[in-house]
């Protein structure tokens, strides 16, 4: 009992630094929630998760998730990756039944997470309004990224681009580091700072290159050169 | 005055249609709300909004707009068409500040709006919370919607394998309309029933084929031939 005393108080303050609305939920409430919390843990390259699962809200205490889309001829779009203390809402049933697309959920590194389910997560947001709209929100910022990657990704070709603008620089320079801002790479590339930069991240985040102030270093030439193909 | 009145009087049915939220508000928000209502006009072809405009809510009177994004070598996707009595809030600044992606609206006829500004339609939000759990639930239905047909075209090229589908039936039928119902469609092409009748639906809105009981009648050969390439 003294361990699940302590791990409530964890879990609360991690609900009071992930959830903007926890101080408006009455004790009661709080506990209901807390109560309804499970760890859970997923081994590696496991799929916990597709759009017809009964699902619920996931905090990872450790390993990552990689949330990605499926073509049928068994492409993969990795959409997002979910990283130590990230949240993903998308697979509560208050957001995923007016989601109409599908994703895919996999276990990259071993993940240990805490998960509210449906039926407690529902409730909440029944009850409390700023909790409805703080999932509303968060699920809108989140699925609009999406949007923004797809278009960048298979509309734009942006991750081609930089991918052979990258690619042409170290070449040019003999290096394994492009040494320029992402406003200079920006420029060479005729495209927009912001743009460049989420696509930079996006890249660091697929484990591709490396950001520092130094530059943009090459982390993964193989990769890179798959995405001009 | 006696115009005025009666316009205030549809537009209040109006939106007591539109918004499930119109009950709640009291009489003076309500007032509000349709003191700060313009009727505007647009004709064909201008774009009316672009991200970063400063926009509103706009519901259609008269006509039709389309949306839809544009790739850098100036190739378009019709993301979807609002027409008369359709409500657009993606342009709402509440909404438009947490998304990230750029659209265009365009005027396809020559269209009559309502348009609620933002500041008015803020201020509503910030008072109602059913007001805003209203605009954000909507909004993902919006862009969930437009997160599937990007999947679906870009990813899956479910528009060109559909397209070569029908091409082919009314070719070795020697007839204008493929007399299949949707689920068999599926079926033939390897695919779901959901997504096929989505597909041509949205086929239907651009135009191209029109639906019936009988089937899908092909209504412009050239296009659906320009989908296959």
């Given at each position: 009992m003294g361990d699940n005393f302590m791990d409530k108080q964890i879990l609360s303050s991690i609900y009071h630094q992930k959830f903007p609305f926890w101080d408006s939920l009455n004790e009661a409430d709080k506990e209901y929630i807390l109560n309804n919390t499970a760890i859970k843990t997923c081994s590696k390259?496991?799929?916990?998760?597709?759009?017809?699962d009964d699902g619920g809200v996931i905090i990872i205490k450790n390993g990552s998730l990689r949330m990605y889309m499926i073509s049928e001829d068994g492409k993969e779009l990795t959409l997002m990756r979910i990283h130590k203390d990230d949240m993903c809402i998308l697979s509560a049933s208050c957001i995923n039944e007016s989601i109409s697309f599908d994703v895919f959920i996999d276990v990259e590194e071993d993940v240990e997470y805490y998960f509210i389910n449906n039926q407690t997560f529902n409730n909440i947001n029944n009850k409390y309004s700023v909790a409805r709209i703080f999932a509303l929100e968060t699920t809108i910022e989140c699925i609009s990224d999406m949007i923004w990657l797809i278009q960048q990704i298979l509309f734009m070709s942006m991750d081609k681009r930089l991918a052979i603008f990258l690619l042409d620089e170290i070449s040019r320079t003999n290096t394994d580091t492009v040494m320029l801002t992402h406003s200079l790479i920006a420029k060479y590339m005729g495209s927009a700072r912001e743009v460049v930069s989420r696509m930079l991240k996006y890249f660091e985040n697929e484990g591709i290159v490396e950001l520092s102030r130094r530059g943009v270093k090459i982390c993964d030439k193989k990769r890179l050169r798959e995405l001009t193909i």
């Amino acid at each position: 009992m003294g361990d699940n005393f302590m791990d409530k108080q964890i879990l609360s303050s991690i609900y009071h630094q992930k959830f903007p609305f926890w101080d408006s939920l009455n004790e009661a409430d709080k506990e209901y929630i807390l109560n309804n919390t499970a760890i859970k843990t997923c081994s590696k390259a496991k799929t916990i998760y597709d759009s017809s699962d009964d699902g619920g809200v996931i905090i990872i205490k450790n390993g990552s998730l990689r949330m990605y889309m499926i073509s049928e001829d068994g492409k993969e779009l990795t959409l997002m990756r979910i990283h130590k203390d990230d949240m993903c809402i998308l697979s509560a049933s208050c957001i995923n039944e007016s989601i109409s697309f599908d994703v895919f959920i996999d276990v990259e590194e071993d993940v240990e997470y805490y998960f509210i389910n449906n039926q407690t997560f529902n409730n909440i947001n029944n009850k409390y309004s700023v909790a409805r709209i703080f999932a509303l929100e968060t699920t809108i910022e989140c699925i609009s990224d999406m949007i923004w990657l797809i278009q960048q990704i298979l509309f734009m070709s942006m991750d081609k681009r930089l991918a052979i603008f990258l690619l042409d620089e170290i070449s040019r320079t003999n290096t394994d580091t492009v040494m320029l801002t992402h406003s200079l790479i920006a420029k060479y590339m005729g495209s927009a700072r912001e743009v460049v930069s989420r696509m930079l991240k996006y890249f660091e985040n697929e484990g591709i290159v490396e950001l520092s102030r130094r530059g943009v270093k090459i982390c993964d030439k193989k990769r890179l050169r798959e995405l001009t193909i």
